[in-house]
């Protein structure tokens, strides 16, 4: 497929070129439009021997080619990495002062950004009112990494690894393929597999509000320690990102420290309980709730206002006592069976739950989630296996996608969080 990667003049450029490198061999042909700016850190010669084509940063050069109408009328994807501060502004307020501008203005295609930039000109309100306005309009805003910066620099406006940034590319390749020849997803019954994997249209969650959970919660002890479970939150927040790209209003309710995605609301909560009420308040009028949350299933009965001492004198000699605290605890609340309950028999909203299991004696992961589903009485159902080093904090799983009332089984995977969370919206849909 015919490429657009649109290089702006920030330091992350060099990374580019291992993106540029990843959709080459991936069959595409790929056309490189950077800034003059961008040409500061790595080179017109870099960038011609690396796609196999002549670059060019103004409208002028192949004049009678129209390159500035041409190259955005025939992409089947434009994808700006990085996208500075500079440049989304430029494009949120329709510009056309270069090459790169004008193929924004023209594209019909797919448009992927990677914003990169330092902390606070990301944070700032001006970029993100930019970024709000570029998402409303169907751009595809792929969140930057936390991590180091240009020199001792560390925060949120990492562009993300380029590994990262062509999963993303591939998926929007699918999509829109997929919303021009539709395909059918790849479903099991029993044994047996049907059809293949696919993708759904851009923008399918248009006017539809969804609430997501996500991370695990935290039931403080005391001051210091807390109950809590290996979850990350990565999949929660790939599930709100999706949903956001695909046109929903997005609520997230989560526990975890990740960034937020663009054009999501966030409710920050730590507890089973904070996260039951807010889960409870956003659920009212929506269409859709998913639970990706993992939620401690116990909390302690009663919290400590202060650090519980590893040992304490005792005795009128007193000798120090190290025995360990016996703590007792009383059992949360099933937020997902509630939100069953209080829908009752009204069918709205759609209920997705979450199943992390591991296998043992008295069942397989698939047959633990089975019965899971039909306790919980939600509309579907997303089983996956965890454990030390299995999913949990980690880029990619393998799920299991069951529904109600059917024997039918959508398996999805080993996939990235971010192609977990479509395939999640793509089994949604048929419901709403």
């Given at each position: 497929?015919?490429?657009?990667l649109?290089?702006?003049?920030g330091?992350?450029?060099?990374?580019?070129?291992?993106?540029?490198?990843?959709?080459?061999?991936?069959?595409?042909?790929?056309?490189v439009?950077?800034?003059?700016?961008?040409?500061?850190?790595?080179?017109?010669?870099t960038?011609?021997?690396?796609?196999?084509?002549?670059?060019?940063?103004?409208?002028?050069?192949?004049?009678?080619?129209?390159?500035?109408?041409?190259?955005?009328?025939?992409?089947?994807?434009?994808?700006?990495?990085?996208?500075?501060?500079?440049?989304l502004?430029r494009?949120?307020?329709?510009?056309?002062?270069?090459?790169?501008?004008?193929?924004?203005?023209?594209?019909?295609?797919?448009?992927?950004?990677?914003p990169?930039?330092?902390?606070?000109?990301?944070?700032?309100?001006?970029?993100?009112?930019?970024?709000?306005?570029?998402?409303?309009?169907?751009?595809?805003?792929?969140?930057?990494?936390?991590g180091?910066?240009?020199?001792?620099d560390t925060?949120?406006?990492?562009?993300?690894?380029?590994?990262?940034?062509?999963?993303?590319?591939?998926?929007?390749?699918?999509?829109?393929?997929?919303?021009?020849?539709p395909?059918?997803?790849?479903?099991?019954?029993?044994d047996t597999?049907?059809?293949?994997?696919?993708?759904?249209a851009?923008?399918?969650?248009?006017?539809?509000?969804?609430?997501?959970?996500?991370?695990?919660?935290?039931?403080?002890?005391?001051?210091?320690?807390?109950?809590?479970?290996?979850?990350?939150?990565?999949?929660?927040?790939?599930?709100?990102?999706?949903?956001?790209?695909?046109?929903?209003?997005?609520?997230?309710?989560?526990?975890?420290?990740?960034?937020?995605?663009?054009?999501v609301?966030?409710?920050?909560?730590?507890?089973?309980?904070?996260?039951?009420?807010?889960?409870?308040?956003?659920?009212?009028?929506?269409?859709?709730?998913?639970?990706?949350?993992a939620?401690?299933?116990?909390?302690?009965?009663?919290?400590?206002?202060?650090?519980?001492?590893?040992?304490?004198?005792?005795?009128?000699?007193?000798?120090?006592?190290?025995?360990?605290?016996?703590?007792?605890?009383?059992?949360?609340?099933?937020?997902l069976?509630?939100?069953?309950a209080?829908?009752?028999?009204?069918?709205?909203?759609?209920i997705?739950?979450?199943?992390?299991?591991?296998?043992?004696?008295?069942?397989?992961?698939?047959?633990?989630?089975?019965?899971?589903?039909?306790?919980?009485?939600?509309?579907?159902l997303v089983?996956?296996?965890?454990?030390?080093?299995?999913?949990?904090?980690?880029?990619?799983?393998?799920?299991?996608?069951?529904r109600?009332?059917?024997?039918?089984?959508?398996?999805?995977?080993?996939?990235?969080?971010?192609?977990?969370?479509?395939?999640?919206?793509?089994?949604?849909?048929?419901?709403?």
């Amino acid at each position: 497929m015919k490429v657009v990667l649109g290089v702006a003049g920030g330091i992350a450029a060099y990374k580019a070129c291992s993106l540029l490198r990843l959709l080459t061999e991936g069959g595409h042909d790929v056309t490189v439009v950077p800034t003059a700016a961008a040409l500061r850190f790595v080179g017109e010669a870099t960038w011609s021997a690396l796609s196999g084509q002549p670059v060019h940063t103004d409208v002028w050069s192949d004049i009678t080619e129209v390159p500035h109408v041409r190259l955005g009328q025939q992409a089947d994807l434009v994808v700006v990495a990085p996208a500075t501060a500079d440049l989304l502004a430029r494009a949120a307020t329709g510009q056309a002062d270069d090459l790169l501008t004008n193929v924004l203005l023209t594209a019909r295609c797919p448009v992927v950004m990677a914003p990169a930039m330092h902390t606070e000109m990301w944070e700032h309100p001006a970029t993100q009112a930019n970024v709000g306005t570029l998402s409303e309009r169907g751009v595809h805003v792929v969140p930057p990494a936390s991590g180091r910066l240009t020199g001792r620099d560390t925060g949120p406006g990492r562009l993300p690894e380029p590994e990262h940034l062509y999963a993303v590319c591939e998926r929007e390749l699918a999509r829109s393929a997929a919303a021009a020849t539709p395909a059918r997803a790849r479903e099991t019954v029993g044994d047996t597999t049907v059809g293949e994997a696919t993708a759904s249209a851009r923008r399918d969650l248009e006017g539809r509000r969804v609430v997501v959970s996500a991370g695990g919660t935290r039931e403080p002890l005391d001051p210091v320690r807390y109950l809590g479970n290996r979850s990350s939150g990565k999949q929660g927040h790939a599930l709100a990102e999706a949903a956001a790209a695909r046109g929903a209003r997005v609520t997230l309710v989560s526990s975890s420290s990740l960034p937020t995605p663009v054009g999501v609301d966030v409710v920050p909560v730590e507890t089973a309980l904070e996260l039951e009420a807010a889960v409870t308040d956003a659920a009212r009028g929506a269409d859709v709730v998913v639970m990706a949350a993992a939620v401690a299933d116990f909390r302690p009965a009663a919290y400590a206002d202060h650090k519980i001492k590893k040992t304490h004198a005792t005795g009128a000699d007193g000798s120090a006592d190290e025995s360990a605290p016996v703590v007792e605890l009383v059992r949360n609340p099933d937020v997902l069976a509630g939100l069953v309950a209080a829908r009752g028999a009204a069918g709205s909203p759609v209920i997705v739950g979450f199943a992390a299991e591991t296998g043992d004696a008295e069942g397989t992961v698939l047959e633990h989630g089975r019965a899971k589903l039909a306790r919980k009485g939600c509309d579907l159902l997303v089983v996956n296996e965890v454990g030390v080093g299995v999913t949990f904090g980690r880029d990619d799983s393998t799920v299991h996608i069951l529904r109600r009332g059917s024997d039918t089984v959508t398996d999805v995977g080993p996939a990235s969080k971010g192609e977990i969370a479509h395939a999640v919206w793509d089994a949604v849909l048929p419901l709403l």
